[in-house]
């Protein structure tokens, strides 16, 4: 494998995820413009959550995070990565499409399990039928998934970053000609859903084919190399399904509040964009430069990746965290409060932004945390982990909603988050040099700390001189523009003044480490 360029790899894929979210809010705003928070769009949520599930369970949480280190040493050495990668692809597929068929049988159990609170409500037959046009999409991007690994594990990022795009663009198309041509808005969300996958998976087998694997279907069979995988893979599935019980937890919390779903799916998706950027950025290319180190015995190289990657992710999230907490109200109202989608829904979204984005750092430091273990084959020990994060977010999910409302669900996952962190930290203990901050970090830490800080006091005083004008219409958009440049432009001097950050390290980030 060539070397990996490592900050250049986490800013090329976190661009590339920038722009995919840019057209996620489009899609959100849309979403929210025609459909609001009523039963149409609660059902296709939930509907749209099915298959997104599964896909996690299947392919992201598992096969992609567990095949990437097989992929990376094969395609090194110059094994045969391309027969390991069609019987992955063959044994995915049988998989998925059986799941596929299964699901669309009991698809009014599935949406049940997933929101018992639609019981006799016209939510359940609407989310029920879209369900089942939606599945199929779990087929297509489960696949997508496997061929992002492959090309991930080669160094090749772009294609398997840029796929998501092609989900938000389709939908903000769909939605479009819907209201042109005036069709049923729920349908054509639904339908154009297995559409976004069909596209994804022809861009990354494209790019997996033109990096001299052109993957072909061929009949499943249980190979020695897959049934190492899936030895691997195992305790990662069932990690992937904790985490999906969790969402689960939240969704069903959310679906006993009549709005509650859709008020933590819209602030879902905002505080997924700097997790995107950032988090998934780093996932994507550390967990290859780690396993390329490791196998090679450079201990250095790694304990240098582990400790960019964290003052990478650091210097972006905290100051993100820090800004949704304290301006969520303004974000909201800009973003999606028009149409169907008033003010008391933006108060309820804003609230479950502040939440989340107190635990954003958290879900950014799972992902520079995990490939510590994955790049190592060990998916145990994550899986352990994962559980008593699920018993935490239940417990506090469940427990507080009587007392809380909708917002326990939050606080749940927030809160695991947090726990997930710690227990991933403490079980690095034995990991040796290799799992340790350098001096670096530990210097600049505080430093960002300090620098984020400063950052929500100069917004917190912006936005309350901006007053007014972040909720007039017209007024509102340039408003946020001028708030959000304020607080960069404060955070960056901050970190220049502070040293939480130098122009020489973003310089040498585009080094290519050996």
């Known amino acids: 494998m060539k070397p990996i360029r490592l900050i250049r790899g986490f800013l090329t894929v976190g661009a590339w995820t920038l722009l995919s979210r840019i057209a996620g809010f489009a899609r959100d705003v849309l979403t929210a413009n025609y459909l609001g928070t009523g039963a149409v ?42 027969g390991f990668a069609e019987d992955a692809f063959a044994g995915l597929a049988f998989a998925t499409l059986l799941v596929t068929l299964v699901s669309m049988v ?8 997933m929101a018992g609170g639609f019981a006799g409500d016209e939510r359940l037959a609407l989310a029920t039928t879209y369900g089942r046009i939606c599945f199929p999409y779990i087929v297509l991007i489960s696949l997508t998934a496997l061929l992002s690994g492959l090309l991930n594990a080669g160094g090749r990022f772009i294609a398997a970053a840029g796929a998501p795009v092609l989900l938000n663009a389709i939908f903000i198309a769909a939605m479009l ?35 001299g694997f052109p993957v072909r279907l061929r009949r499943p069979r249980l190979t020695p190399e897959l049934k190492r995988l899936l030895v691997i893979a195992g305790p990662a599935v069932l990690a992937g399904g904790v985490v999906q ?16 779903i859709a008020w933590l799916s819209y602030a879902d998706r905002l505080y997924q964009l700097p997790l995107g950027v950032v988090g998934i950025a ?9 396993s390329r180190r490791l196998k090679n015995g450079d201990v250095g190289g790694s304990r240098h990746a582990l400790s960019r990657a964290t003052e990478f992710a650091l210097f972006l999230t905290l100051p993100a965290a820090v800004a949704l907490v304290v301006i969520a109200v303004p974000l909201i109202s800009v973003l999606f409060q028009r149409g169907a989608f008033g003010p008391d829904d933006t108060g309820q979204t804003a609230l479950a932004l502040a939440v989340y984005g107190a635990g954003l750092p958290a879900f950014v430091l799972q992902k520079v ?4 273990y994955f790049a190592r084959e060990d998916t145990a020990t994550p899986f352990r982990f994962a559980v008593w994060s699920m018993i935490v977010n239940a417990a506090l999910a469940v427990g507080l909603a009587p007392f ?17 962190v710690a227990q991933l930290w403490w079980g690095t203990r034995g990991m040796g040099d290799a799992a ?23 917004i917190w005083g912006l936005a309350r001189w901006l007053g007014a004008l972040l909720y007039a219409p017209g007024d509102r958009y340039w408003a946020l523009a001028l708030l959000v440049a304020g607080g960069l432009a404060v955070y960056v001097a901050a970190s220049l003044v502070t040293g939480a950050f130098r122009l020489s390290d973003l310089r040498a980030g585009f080094a290519r480490q050996r």
Do not use: H, K, Y
């Open 436 to 458: 340790r901050a350098d001096d670096r970090l530990r210097a600049r830490l505080p430093r960002i700390v300090l620098s984020s800080a400063v950052m929500g006091v100069a």
């Open 404 to 420: 809380l409302g909708f917002i326990a669900a939050a606080l749940g996952t927030t809160l695991a988050g947090w726990a997930m």
């Open 106 to 113: 009991v698809m009014p159990w599935l949406v049940l399990a």
């Open 245 to 260: 019980i969790n969402l689960l937890v939240g969704r069903q919390v959310g679906s006993f509040f009549e709005g509650a």
């Open 369 to 372: 945390l995990q490939p510590l």
């Open 177 to 211: 000609v819907a209201d042109w041509r005036g069709w049923d808005m729920g349908l054509t969300m639904a339908w154009a859903t297995p559409l976004t996958g069909l596209a994804q998976l022809a861009l990354v087998w494209v790019a997996a084919a033109r990096m």
């Open 41 to 82: 769009a609660e059902a296709f949520l939930v509907a749209f959550s099915l298959p997104n599930m599964f896909r996690r369970f299947f392919a992201e949480g598992a096969l992609t995070a567990a095949s990437l280190p097989f992929c990376a040493d094969w395609v090194e050495a110059g094994e045969d990565a391309r």
């Open 282 to 290: 780093i996932g994507i290319v550390l967990l290859p430069d780690l």
